[in-house]
C-alpha cells in the first residue's frame, strides 16, 4: 500500500513540474488554504477523553 502511495506521489510531482510556473503557483495557494481550513477543522472537533 505504501508503494503504491510513494508511486502515486512522486507521478503527482513529476506532472506538477510540467505545468507553467502561474498553474503551480495557483495549485499551490489552493493546497495551503485547503491545508489551512483542514488544521482549522482538527482544532475545532471534539477529541474523546481516554
Do not use: E
Amino acid at each position: 500500500m505504501a508503494a503504491i502511495h510513494t508511486f502515486l506521489v512522486r507521478l503527482t510531482t513529476q506532472a506538477i513540474r510540467l505545468l507553467p510556473r502561474r498553474v503551480q503557483g495557483a495549485l499551490d495557494a489552493w493546497s495551503r488554504r485547503v491545508a489551512h481550513a483542514r488544521a482549522l477543522r482538527r482544532q475545532r472537533a471534539i477529541r474523546p477523553k481516554d
